[in-house]
């Protein structure tokens, strides 16, 4: 039962340069999120997906882009990455709807040289 | 106004103690509340969804109160393991919103 996986667990990288988070999940969940989470500020949403092809903005959005051409991946990426981009950023998914719980993959922690 | 706060603490209790965290919320067109567990450096889990009528799972009781906009989460005889930030969350208007969270720190 792999449930939600993230990769890679650990990023270090230079400014200016793109990365990409991934994310998968195995239960064929509707819905999929990506969040930052950094001290003081909590969880906050940066893009969420509802289905395979539909994506919408969070919170946070301004320097992510993603996409989901299939229903258990949705990957992140950096397209040009900057110091304040550095933080935890979680992937989690839900099977029915957007205010519904939410299940976590482990993170992957981002540091942005 | 925050959405959702919570006192960050945090709680230092001795094992066996009862604890207890609240959390407001500012948009009463709140729909969904939930309570999260997170360990140090790992990810959130769902401890309890919380329902108007309240509800209890083993130690742990989750309380709502619409007319003054709070939610609670009570720990009943703590233990060791109970150690970790609690994240309050609030769903509506299409999306979770956490709060910070508050620390518990269960000692010998």
């Known amino acids: 039962d792999a449930g939600i996986t993230q990769s890679p667990r650990y990023k270090i990288t230079e400014t200016g340069r793109q990365v990409t988070l991934m994310c998968h999940q195995t239960w064929s969940h509707s819905y999929m999120f990506w969040y930052r989470q950094d001290l003081g500020h909590g969880l906050r949403l940066i893009y969420y997906s509802a289905a395979a092809d539909i994506t919408d903005k969070g919170e946070v959005p301004d320097g992510y882009v993603v996409s989901r051409s299939k229903t258990e991946n949705f990957p992140l990426t950096l397209e040009s990455a900057t110091r304040s981009q550095t933080s935890v950023y979680f992937c989690?998914?839900?099977?029915?709807?957007?205010?519904?719980?939410?299940?976590f993959g482990d993170g992957t922690r981002l540091s942005i040289l | 106004r925050k959405e959702v706060e919570q006192d960050p603490g945090p709680f230092n209790v001795p094992e066996g103690a009862t604890v207890a965290f609240n959390c407001t919320y500012s948009n009463s067109a709140s729909q969904s509340f939930f309570w999260y567990r997170q360990d140090c450096r790992k990810e959130p889990k769902l401890l309890m969804s919380v329902y108007s009528s309240g509800n209890e799972d083993g130690r742990f009781t989750a309380q709502l109160n619409r007319a003054s906009q709070y939610i609670s989460l009570l720990i009943r005889d703590s233990k060791l393991s109970d150690s970790a930030t609690y994240l309050c969350?609030?769903?509506?208007?299409?999306?979770?919103?956490f709060g910070t969270g508050t620390q518990l720190k269960v000692e010998l």
């Open positions: 969350v609030r769903g509506g208007g299409n999306k979770l919103t």
């Open positions: 989690a998914s839900s099977p029915t709807d957007v205010g519904q719980p939410q299940h």
